[in-house]
């Protein structure tokens, strides 16, 4: 979150999961325009009145983020289409009997393959999404699309006990986490992801390239192979700002996970 002050001074706090999308007392909301880039969402802005001081809070609408999906050709959209695909790739081996998807939106990553197939239909999926009304679609899209076996969860997926009930899953979704935590926490998780695998579990991973120089999912690659996983794929378009990676743990846990993976900044 951003704190401006009425002096044009920034204050920064980090948001977590545990607080996203929540409004204080006294503070109202405005919407602006959509985001469409993972770590570059849609915001709100918050506005403070009766304290004696003029702040703007922004936040993150994650509503209005999933809204650019919908949007023919734009990065979320062709994203989407790739993590759909690599997913595919996965389940196609017909290995895979349980999944987990860490903050999992609308459920739209996984939903429509997993109803695609007649395995699928019968796969133990987990889908974690703190927002109540993602979440809430995503359930409601489950019981559309005739999945008995996926089960929705609006809780914080920052917190592994949100779903240790669940683990180890032979399939892990990461998808619009990376961009959006600092990257102390983007390489505590990698670190902690063999823990929550069967030995030889897949995980499909998302990262913005960023607005610098560097390519900041070259980060995420490098945590990834430090942690011991070997890369089966990865997607990084020229002509657009996101990546999509995908791995299979290689090497058993070596520690176990910690209280909180990460924190949504």
């Not at 809430?136 to 809780?155: F, H, K």
């Not at 619009?176 to 063999?194: C, E, Q």
């Not at 490098?222 to 990676?245: I, Q, T, Y």
Request: net charge positive; glycine share 12%; hydrophobic share 45%.
């Amino acid at each position: 979150m951003r704190f401006l002050g009425s002096a044009g001074r920034i204050w920064r706090a980090r948001a977590g999961c545990a607080v996203r999308g929540r409004l204080r007392t006294g503070l109202s909301a405005a919407s602006l325009g959509p985001g469409g880039v993972e770590g570059r969402p849609a915001v709100r802005l918050l506005t403070g009145r009766g304290t004696g001081f003029n702040v703007l809070m922004a936040e993150t609408d994650w509503v209005r983020w999933h809204e650019d999906y919908e949007t023919p050709g734009s990065s979320l959209a062709r994203r989407l289409v790739v993590v759909q695909r690599f997913l595919d790739r996965v389940l196609d081996t017909g290995e895979p009997r349980s999944l987990l998807a860490l903050c999992a939106g609308d459920g739209r990553d996984v939903l429509p393959v997993l109803a695609a197939r007649p395995a699928g239909r019968q796969m133990r999926a987990v889908l974690v999404e703190f927002d109540p009304s993602l979440s809430g679609r995503a359930r409601t899209a489950a019981a559309a699309l005739g999945l008995p076996g996926v089960e929705v969860r609006t809780a914080d997926a920052g917190r592994p006990a949100s779903f240790a009930d669940a683990v180890p899953v032979d399939v892990l979704l990461a998808c619009g986490v990376f961009g959006n935590v600092s990257d102390g926490d983007m390489r505590r998780t990698v670190a902690a992801l063999p823990s929550f695998l069967t030995p030889g579990g897949v995980v499909i991973w998302t990262r913005g390239r960023g607005t610098g120089d560097g390519d900041l999912s070259e980060k995420v690659r490098a945590s990834f192979a430090a942690g011991g996983f070997a890369e089966l794929a990865f997607e990084a378009p020229a002509d657009a700002g996101f990546r999509v990676g995908m791995a299979r743990l290689t090497e058993p846990a070596a520690a176990p996970a910690p209280d909180r993976l990460f924190t949504f900044r």
